[in-house]
């Protein structure tokens, strides 16, 4: 049974910084692509980060480059994701989600298993 668990959502402050965790069972990260999507209220999924199964190729979505950072430990089977300087318009519940497929440009759909998300609310 595979099982993705986030962790280390939370209340931040706007230039604040948070680190996500996503601790796998059932199945090795290392053998899949994966990814953070996040949610924000009132708006359609989108995805944030990735990692391709191919060759490790890292993805980072326009509105968080240089600010986000996806990294995984393979001995640990975790997926991570480093947020600096976080601002309100990075709101949302954020999910991770792994897929069988080699490359970091397929839709949502492609995703077999998520996690169950966690809140990230960055305010005043």
């Known amino acids: 049974q595979v099982q993705l668990v986030e962790s280390g959502g939370g209340w931040v402050q706007p230039g604040g910084s948070l680190r996500l965790s996503c601790a796998s069972s059932?199945?090795?990260?290392?053998?899949?692509?994966n990814a953070w999507f996040r949610q924000a209220p009132g708006k359609e999924l989108e995805g944030v980060a990735c990692?391709?199964?191919?060759?490790?190729?890292?993805y980072i979505a326009d509105p968080v480059k240089r600010r986000f950072t996806i990294s995984r430990d393979n001995s640990k089977n975790m997926l991570y994701l480093q947020m600096n300087s976080l601002q309100p318009e990075d709101t949302a519940v954020y999910y991770c989600?792994?897929?069988?497929?080699?490359?970091?440009?397929?839709?949502?759909?492609?995703?077999?298993?998520w996690g169950q998300g966690t809140q990230v609310t960055v305010s005043t």
């Open positions: 989600a792994t897929a069988p497929v080699r490359l970091c440009s397929g839709p949502a759909n492609e995703y077999d298993h």
């Open positions: 990692i391709a199964s191919l060759d490790g190729g890292i």
């Open positions: 059932g199945v090795s990260l290392n053998g899949y692509t």
